[in-house]
């Protein structure tokens, strides 16, 4: 181990410096322990690793291509930019990566009933699609807001076996799915194995979610250097939860070259209060089990968010990324609705790609960030999801009527 | 130096009674409107008071307490504005322990120190918070500890042997055993599946124990009340409230007389449970 390694963490109390812990219900204590305890050997059972690349290449389609965006580059002038393609995954994002890797777990820990919290719907699919794989009962919470925004995918999710379930309190999105799936697993727990979709919750789910999803990172780092016969200098990503760009960062922190930046959500405007840029207007708090930024009010109490991507509409991030900001590793920008709507337009006219609109706010970061950086810079856009899902969202947006 | 929980529990054990634990969400559903009832409490027949803190994500709750949870939030009521309840109560009743449960965001955004320092000045006796396990013990357990505030955890079904000393090793004031596993006030407790997992506790300590969780009439607290020090009564009481609000959300006239008439019915149940 390295002792002035970034890539050691988190501590046996799952902290990443202030950040990260185990802030549940003591209902949930001894289920998140055994939990820890299972991936802790599972990550040390060849077998249960050479299972889950097994299926990442045969099942997900892995690995990604790293793909040179030609036109683009052209376009914005500047960067030589490259997309990690995790759209063209089974399911059409990154989330199956880590779909795969806790469906595994659950299966070795013999839980028969899967739960997940879905925003976008993209985990809620993907979640599904393994349960349907794996033969295992599945019940995803969605708050109602992404339901109505999010129709296709609720239907993807329904056609796979899966019950979803609305969720009606505070919000409606993500954040209440979150709480609702919390309270099923209090209720169900010594049966129910709980699918978190990205590098938040307790200790272990940052540290597992981020193992699962760094397959992206390493992929990205062959790859490139096989292209280009060297290391990327940029690296960009969206950040909700933020399980796409810990994926596709970690492998790269101690490569101090690199830079790493997460792209939040600025939905109308960060200074409108309709956003969810936890990390650029947010404090650190305490919210569905671990401590990190978050957005709230001076009383503590949870703000609630706004993007236009459903994907993105978290109040929260994970604790891994607060802790890389503290520490300068991570440069944090933002992205508002009608950016990400602008980027995306721009890679379906120039790539042929629809971006999901989720990584559409790394590509809006993009477009202002390689004009001023010179030609021979490599820059690693992670296209973590694709548009298909996301149509309706952008034809209202645009005043059509499909 | 006894705590007024400590002195309540002794009381209780004197008379050879269980305690009756009532909750409420602090400021639902207006700040008037619940000192009302907080004032009329201990003479309805609560033997200790718990308060909720409001939080606008209450992960542990039904949906019950959380629509007190947005309305207290919704009429303004802080963490400054709880205590300065607590203040007011404690000028007038010197005696009732008070017990705050709530998450632990709202007092991390207090500043957790001197949120401890003002709930000891303003009279609350313990604290329940519910996201902090022992693993977590020096966010909030030990200072509250060090200023001689009661810290009171919730054991649960999961609990098991092998744990058990683990939550059981900086509990102070009483132990609050959840009933079952979920939320509040959806499932309802089984006295004879609460009764062995009790014995199975006080194998591991003198601690008293107040029962939680899915009691809802006064025969579930007095099935409590024969095996527990205490039955605890929340979502019900709650739901009382939510029951005579008009479609505005404000007050009915007999709101407070009905909420302490449920009290009153409950405490009777539970004096008269082991005679």
Redesign the interface.
Do not use: Y
């Given at each position: 181990m390295l002792a002035n390694s970034l890539r050691t963490g988190p501590d046996e109390?799952g902290r990443f410096g202030l950040y990260g812990?185990?802030?549940?219900?003591?209902?949930?204590?001894?289920?998140i322990l055994e939990l820890e305890a299972a991936y802790e050997e599972a990550k040390r059972d060849p077998a249960f690793q050479a299972e889950f690349d097994s299926f990442l290449a045969d099942y997900v389609g892995r690995p990604s291509p790293l793909y040179f965006a030609e036109r683009l580059t052209a376009e914005l002038g500047g960067a030589k930019i490259y997309l990690k393609r995790d759209e063209l995954n089974h399911t059409g994002a990154h989330k199956i990566n880590n779909c795969i890797g806790q469906i595994l777990l659950a299966r070795r820990m013999g839980k028969k009933r899967i739960i997940a919290e879905t925003g976008a719907g993209q985990h809620g699919v993907a979640t599904a699609t393994v349960c349907a794989r794996f033969g295992l009962d599945c019940v995803i919470y969605m708050g109602e807001r992404d339901i109505e925004r999010q129709q296709p995918n609720v239907f993807r999710m329904r056609l796979l076996g899966a019950e979803v379930r609305p969720v009606r309190?505070?919000s409606r999105t993500l954040?209440?799915a979150m709480?609702e799936a919390?309270?099923d697993w209090?209720?169900?727990?010594?049966t129910t194995f709980y699918l978190i979709g990205s590098v938040a919750g307790p200790h272990p789910y940052p540290a597992m979610v981020r193992d699962f999803q760094s397959v992206i990172g390493r992929e990205a780092k062959a790859q490139m250097l096989e292209k280009e016969g060297r290391l990327p200098d940029v690296l960009v990503a969206a950040v909700g939860g933020g399980s796409n760009a810990m994926g596709l960062f970690h492998p790269f922190l101690d490569d101090g070259s690199v830079r790493l930046i997460a792209v939040e959500a600025a939905g109308e405007g960060l200074d409108t209060g309709l956003h969810a840029a936890a990390m650029l207007r947010g404090?650190?708090?305490?919210?569905?089990?671990s401590?990190s930024y978050?957005l709230?009010d001076?009383?503590?109490?949870?703000i609630e968010p706004h993007s236009i991507s459903a994907g993105l509409d978290y109040p929260g991030i994970g604790p891994e990324h607060s802790w890389l900001k503290d520490i300068g590793r991570l440069e944090v920008t933002a992205a508002t609705d009608r950016e990400a709507l602008d980027a995306f337009r721009l890679l379906a006219r120039l790539e042929g790609i629809l971006p999901a609109l989720e990584p559409a706010h790394a590509l809006a970061a993009t477009a202002k960030l390689a004009p001023g950086l010179s030609k021979d810079t490599l820059l690693v856009v992670n296209l973590c999801g694709r548009g298909d899902k996301d149509i309706y969202t952008v034809a209202r947006h645009l005043g059509v009527e499909l | 130096m006894t705590t007024r929980i400590e002195q309540r529990f002794a009381a209780l054990r004197a008379e050879g009674r269980a305690g009756l634990v009532t909750f409420l969400v602090a400021g639902d559903p207006d700040i008037p409107t619940f000192e009302r009832l907080l004032d009329g409490l201990p003479a309805a027949g609560a033997d200790l008071i718990e308060i909720g803190m409001p939080f606008s994500d209450p992960m542990a709750d039904g949906p019950v307490i959380q629509a007190g949870n947005l309305r207290a939030l919704a009429h303004g009521v802080t963490l400054a504005r709880t205590l300065e309840i607590v203040r007011r109560f404690r000028g007038r009743d010197q005696t009732t322990p008070l017990v705050l449960m709530g998450y632990y965001n709202p007092i991390w955004a207090y500043g957790r120190l001197r949120f401890l320092d003002e709930a000891v000045s303003a009279g609350v006796d313990g604290l329940i918070v519910v996201d902090l396990p022992p693993e977590e013990d020096e966010e909030l357990c030990l200072p509250a500890l060090e200023r001689g505030l009661d810290f009171v955890r919730l054991a649960t079904p999961t609990t098991d042997a092998r744990r058990l000393p683990t939550v059981l090793r900086n509990v102070r004031g009483f132990l609050y055993y959840v009933s079952l596993t979920g939320i509040t006030g959806v499932k309802e407790a089984a006295a004879e599946q609460v009764a062995p997992q009790l014995d199975r506790i006080r194998k591991h300590t003198d601690l008293p124990i107040a029962v939680g969780f899915g009691i809802k009439t006064p025969e579930q607290a007095a099935a409590i009340a024969r095996i527990a020090d205490a039955a605890v009564v929340g979502s019900a009481l709650v739901a009382e409230v939510a029951a005579h609000l008009d479609s505005e959300g404000k007050p009915r006239g007999g709101l407070v007389a009905a909420v302490h008439d449920k009290v009153r019915a409950l405490a009777h149940a539970v004096r008269e449970a082991r005679r």
């Open positions: 109390r812990g185990r802030f549940v219900a003591e209902t949930l204590m001894p289920c309190s505070g954040k209440d709480n919390l309270r209090v209720t169900n727990v010594e404090r650190p708090g305490i919210l569905h089990g401590r978050l709230q001076e009383d503590g109490q949870v | -």
